[in-house]
């Protein structure tokens, strides 16, 4: 049987009762709740009747957990099966369960109902320490190497655990991540700084560390959500500010050399940068564009999907990255008449090929047919710029060049935004506001040429 307690204005302990243990002592459960302080009387005990009945059910059907009890890494166990692999994008998820890779060793042990503000601050600021980053790749040193040299494989593969893969990269002095050099050197007892040499001495960036708490407080919020903490202390404890970095683009002149620079490119990559500076298109959506979203006829470009490429999953498909990424632009003619160019060479690689044709349904393939990979379009357009003296910058910030040719164009905030696909135009005006501020000496400058002209009409 439930029953409730009041505890102070507007807080009340409900307690189901479990009986008697061996020992004849009574088993309680019980969770503290908070109503809002506008409900009438009759109200608020309507609703504390349903609240027992429901918390009863959750008990005695062993749905509840009790944040006395269970750890955070426990909870953020339940937290993945139960809730993020269920409602987050792959992308998502998986960068999530990396950096959860350093949240739990710090945090996981400490009961949910315990862990407060100050053990997430603590956890932030070492995280701006050297030696958090642990993320990177450990390459064996002369020493290692050396030590294992009369070591074999199924020795090593016996002793750590380590799979004969990685155990024959290290022999060969291969990298491999922190966890597997850690392992090594524990099970060999061995100094980690004499036998790797990798970046364990760096710091993470502000941004990383922004996204340690951005999931430590949505696990968080998911426990208030359901009822199992009070408040969530990630709303109390925040990691220092991230600097945004400038968006780094190219000009006017930049890109004219850089498009000439493509007239002796193939047909299929001309048409990626073109599209990219047209409509400021990320990688994803690009690479997931297929010939159905491209309307000819009225020159419109159906942006509604994007693939990434994800760790044990391969090149997946999925949204775009907000709802308003979900779009349509309009590209210019010149672009639209490279697409029409590549369809007909896409469609004459198809009759060459024959059975052999992978019929891809992206735009993008290989002549065979086939998707390209997700990462093609980088590390194409890295090649390419080293290829032909251009000044270095990243596919992606080919999108940063869309939108600086549009404001220096003089197109108003609210319509690039709505083309970059951006849930707010505070976006566009935060990452874009060295280019806009840049614009206010040529309006300055307008008004000069106004006055003059003015002076002139006077004579």
């Known amino acids: 049987m439930a029953y409730f307690e009041k505890r102070s204005a507007n807080t009340y302990k409900i307690v189901v009762s479990m009986g008697y243990d061996s020992n004849g002592k009574h088993r309680r459960v019980s969770k503290t709740v908070k109503l809002p302080e506008n409900m009438s009387e009759s109200k608020r005990q309507k609703e504390l009747s349903t609240l027992c009945v429901l918390f009863q059910q959750e008990v005695e059907n062993g749905l509840y957990l009790d944040g006395g009890k269970i750890t955070f890494a426990g909870f953020t166990d339940k937290w993945l099966t139960d809730y993020a692999e269920k409602n987050l994008a792959p992308t998502t998820l998986v960068s999530y369960k990396i950096i959860l890779n350093r949240i739990l060793p710090a945090l996981g042990h400490i009961t949910l109902s315990k862990l407060q503000p100050h053990n997430l601050i603590q956890f932030y600021n070492s995280l701006d320490e050297e030696g958090a980053r642990l993320d990177g790749r450990f390459t064996p040193t002369k020493a290692l190497i050396k030590y294992l040299e009369p070591l074999t494989i199924s020795h090593i593969i016996k002793t750590t655990g380590i ?4 155990c024959r990269r290290l022999k060969n002095g291969q990298a491999t991540n922190y966890s597997t050099a850690q392992k090594l050197c524990n099970c060999y007892k061995l100094d980690f700084t004499r036998m790797f040499k990798g970046n364990s001495e760096k710091k ?6 922004k996204n340690h708490h951005i999931v430590i407080h949505s696990i968080l919020s998911t426990a208030v959500d359901w009822n199992i903490l009070m408040n969530n202390p990630a709303e109390r404890a925040k990691p220092q500010k991230a600097t945004k970095p400038k968006a780094k683009y190219y000009n006017d002149e930049q890109v004219a050399d850089m498009l000439d ?3 002796s490119e193939p047909l299929m990559y001309m048409t990626m940068i073109y599209l990219a500076i047209d409509i400021g298109l990320r990688e994803g959506e690009l690479t997931g564009l297929k010939w159905e979203d491209i309307n000819f006829d009225t020159c419109e470009v159906n942006i509604n999907k994007q693939r990434h490429y994800i760790a044990g999953y391969g090149n997946i498909e999925g949204k775009p990255k907000t709802e308003a990424g979900i779009r349509t632009v309009t590209a210019s003619k010149t672009v639209i008449s490279l697409l029409k160019e590549y369809k007909k060479q896409q469609n ?3 009759l060459k090929f024959g059975t052999a044709w992978q019929n891809g349904k992206y735009v993008f393939l290989h002549e065979d047919g086939k998707p390209i990979s997700t990462q093609l379009p980088y590390k194409w357009f890295t090649k390419f710029l080293n290829r032909h003296n251009l000044p270095k910058i990243t596919f992606h910030q080919l999108r940063h060049t869309n939108a600086s040719l549009l404001i220096s164009s003089g197109e108003d905030i609210v319509t690039v935004s709505g083309r970059l696909g951006h849930a707010d135009k505070n976006v566009t005006l ?3 506001s060295h280019i806009i501020k840049s614009k206010e000496a040529q309006v300055a400058n ?9 002076k002139l009409m006077r004579k």
């Open 204 to 209: 993470l960036n502000r941004k990383t560390i």
């Open 163 to 166: 799979s004969s893969k990685t």
């Open 348 to 350: 004459e690689n198809r």
């Open 446 to 454: 307008k008004m000069d040429e106004f006055y003059n002209n003015l």
């Open 430 to 432: 935060n990452t874009y």
């Open 261 to 263: 620079c493509l007239k």
